[in-house]
C-alpha cells in the first residue's frame, strides 16, 4: 500500500488535497497549490411541509403557496442584479431567496441586500439543490 501520498510530494494536510491523492492512480506532478478550489454543499430545494405547527400540532402560519416560481426567479437561484436608481445602487451577485410581491433578498459574500426588484435581476445559474463557493 501507499502511505502518505500528499506528505511525500510537500503538499499540505488539507482534506481536499488528502482526497486528490488517494490511490495509485495519482500522478507524479498533480497541480499547482495556488489553484482555488470549488466548494461545492448539498442544501437540497426546501421542505414539502405546507406550514408550521405548534406543539400541539395545530397550524400556526398560514399555508404557503404551492407555486415555487416568481417572476421565473426561484429561491437558490444564482443572480446578478444591476440596480441603477434608489438607496441600494450598485451590482450584487448572490443567492437569490425570492419573494411573492417581487422584491428579492440577494445574498453575496459579504451581506445580504433586501428589497431589490425582480427587474434588475438577470439569472446566471438556476437553483440544482447546492450551493458552490470558492
Known amino acids: 500500500t501507499i502511505r ?8 499540505s494536510k488539507t482534506h481536499w488535497l488528502d482526497a ?8 507524479e506532478k498533480l497541480f499547482q497549490t495556488d489553484k482555488a478550489v470549488l466548494i461545492v454543499k448539498a442544501n437540497g430545494h426546501g421542505s414539502r411541509q405546507m406550514c ?3 406543539t400541539f400540532g395545530f397550524p400556526r402560519t398560514k399555508a404557503k ?6 417572476n421565473g426567479f426561484q429561491t437558490g437561484d444564482i443572480a446578478k442584479a444591476i440596480v441603477t436608481s434608489g ?3 450598485g451590482t450584487y ?17 459579504e451581506t445580504t441586500i433586501q428589497g ?3 427587474k434588475y435581476c ?5 437553483s440544482d439543490g447546492y450551493s458552490y463557493n470558492i
Open 65 to 70: 403557496s404551492r407555486k415555487k416560481k416568481v
Open 93 to 109: 451577485i448572490g443567492r437569490v431567496a425570492v419573494r411573492k410581491s417581487g422584491f428579492f433578498n440577494i445574498t453575496t459574500r
Open 52 to 54: 408550521r405547527v405548534n
Open 87 to 89: 438607496k441600494k445602487v
Open 116 to 118: 431589490i426588484n425582480w
Open 20 to 27: 486528490a491523492c488517494v490511490g495509485k492512480s495519482t500522478p
Open 4 to 11: 502518505g501520498l500528499s506528505k511525500n510530494r510537500g503538499l
Open 122 to 126: 438577470h439569472m446566471l445559474h438556476m
